[in-house]
């Protein structure tokens, strides 16, 4: 079974902390995907990365694929409240599957 | 245009009962893929349609799920003897084209089924 896994599962800050949050796995793939949830919505496509070692950046969030294409990090620089979310990581593996294997989640809630 | 819609948004249903889940993909999407989504976790796959066809239904759990796509536009999920443990919210997603890697899943809000 592949599995990523998602760290810390809970993250409460204030307005105006950075944080980092992590999406391990012992398997490659092909790209990594982070998505944001909101409550009673399905989540919503943020970056895709593909290269290893590759790093992208959108506004105050910046995300890094691993080298060796195992492992990804999201890191939000002074975090406001409408950052608030479920943020997910998915892996792809490529080739003919369709599937998205997606971490647990990492629950944050930004404080005003 | 419109995103994906999912009917109903809730359902509660009994315990053996059959349920039937509808997505309505984004016009012109070729692929579309059904998860499902416990509490407290991240979506997990369950099927994926290309055009008419099953492309990939290795999530799909047992033989009491079952999936259409019959004109290769709206698709429906099939339960079948409902079971405690089915509950969970039911998303769907479509993308342009055939799978790939860089293809953006456009998810819709998702069916919460409850069995009781």
């Known amino acids: 079974t592949q599995l990523l896994e998602q760290s810390p599962q809970f993250l409460s800050i204030q307005e105006g902390e950075n944080l980092t949050v992590y999406c391990n796995s012992s398997?490659?793939?092909?790209?990594l995907q982070w998505y944001r949830q909101e409550p009673g919505e399905g989540p919503v496509l943020l970056v895709t990365?593909?290269?290893?070692?590759e790093v992208k950046k959108l506004k105050r969030l910046t995300f890094q694929f691993g080298d060796a294409r195992k492992d990804s990090s999201l890191h939000i620089t002074a975090a406001q409240p409408g950052d608030t979310g479920l943020y997910l990581c998915?892996?792809?593996?490529?080739?003919?599957?369709?599937?998205?294997?997606f971490g647990k989640g990492t629950k944050l809630s930004v404080k005003p | 245009g419109a995103g994906v819609s999912q009917t109903p948004s809730n359902k509660v249903t009994e315990k053996g009962k059959y349920v039937e889940l509808r997505c309505d993909p984004i016009?012109?999407?070729?692929?579309l893929y059904w998860y499902r989504q416990s509490l407290g976790q991240g979506p997990e796959f369950l099927i994926y349609?290309?055009?008419?066809?099953?492309?990939?239904d290795s999530g799909l759990p047992n033989d009491r799920f079952f999936a259409v796509r019959p004109e290769g536009s709206v698709s429906t999920l099939k339960i079948q003897r409902t079971e405690r443990g089915d509950s969970a919210v039911y998303l769907c997603?479509?993308?342009?084209?055939?799978?790939?890697?860089?293809?953006?899943?456009?998810f819709g809000p998702g069916t919460r089924l409850t069995v009781l």
């Open positions: 997603a479509s993308s342009e084209g055939r799978w790939s890697s860089y293809n953006e899943q456009f």
């Open positions: 398997s490659v793939f092909s790209s």
């Open positions: 990365v593909v290269t290893g070692g």
């Open positions: 998915a892996g792809a593996k490529g080739g003919s599957q369709g599937n998205l294997i």
């Open positions: 016009s012109g999407h070729t692929a």
């Open positions: 349609f290309q055009g008419t066809g099953a492309a990939d």
